[in-house]
């Protein structure tokens, strides 16, 4: 199995920070990579496929960059929605991996 | 569009079978692959496996031994079966579209598509 590694595990910010998440993949997986958005009590929300490719609906504000086993997601102005858990996952074979998750909290 | 709803007991004894549906409304079960997942309580995600409508099937090896994935066409609706249940099987789970997109030679896929949730409880 691919195993997909998220940093940090929690991160404390601000309305209008800029803010990096960062994804390793324990081989290299290309750009078959997806990042999620998961508010509390809520279904994972697809954001980003492909490593860079914005899912039609979301907000330019997330950006999603990286290819063979490095991956960033970064939101360039915090809202006070974008608060939640944001996990990777990997398509480039089976079984699909998730990362841990990144947690982003109200400074 | 298309909209995924997740049905099924939630509370289920250890050592029995988990059952679980999900249905299709606002589109055709008879394209895409369709997923479940599944997410214990204060932790991440966890892929379970995938079915596509003609029935080909592909499972997590974790889980391999005690996972049914099914699919009914006619009911727009695809199931789960999780054997041997203990409480490590306590979870939310997830039913979800893999979408899929084409911009060359290459299909880059995804979950695009969730179901709300469904909590299942194991306890006796």
């Known amino acids: 199995d691919i195993q997909m590694t998220q940093s940090p595990s929690s991160l404390s910010a601000s309305v209008g920070d800029r803010v990096t998440i960062t994804c390793r993949a324990s081989?290299?997986?290309?750009?078959?990579l997806n990042w999620y958005q998961q508010r509390p009590g809520k279904a994972p929300k697809l954001l980003i496929y492909?490593?860079?490719s914005l899912q039609s609906g979301v907000p330019s504000t997330f950006s999603g960059s990286g290819s063979g086993t490095d991956f960033t997601l970064t939101i360039s102005s915090l809202q006070p929605e974008d608060f939640a858990t944001y996990y990777c996952?990997?398509?480039?074979?089976?079984?699909?991996?998730f990362g841990q998750g990144t947690k982003v909290e109200i400074k | 569009q298309v909209q995924l709803q997740e049905s099924g007991p939630g509370l289920v004894k250890p050592s029995e079978t988990l059952s679980l549906s999900c249905t299709v409304s606002?589109?055709?079960?008879?394209?895409?692959?369709w997923s479940w997942i599944r997410q214990p309580p204060g932790k991440g995600l966890e892929w379970i496996g995938y079915?596509?409508?003609?029935?080909?099937?592909n499972y997590n090896p974790s889980l391999k031994s005690r996972v049914t994935i099914s699919v009914d066409t006619s009911k727009n609706q695809f199931s789960l079966k999780l054997s041997s249940v203990t409480a490590a099987d306590t979870a939310v789970y997830y039913c979800?579209?893999?979408?899929?997109?084409?911009?060359?030679?290459?299909?880059?896929?995804?979950?695009?598509?969730w179901g709300k949730g469904t909590t299942v409880t194991v306890s006796s």
């Open positions: 979800a579209r893999e979408g899929y997109d084409s911009p060359s030679y290459y299909y880059y896929y995804y979950m695009d598509v």
């Open positions: 606002g589109g055709s079960i008879s394209t895409n692959y």
């Open positions: 079915i596509y409508y003609s029935g080909s099937t």
């Open positions: 081989q290299s997986i290309s750009n078959y």
């Open positions: 492909a490593a860079s």
């Open positions: 996952q990997q398509s480039y074979n089976t079984p699909r991996t």
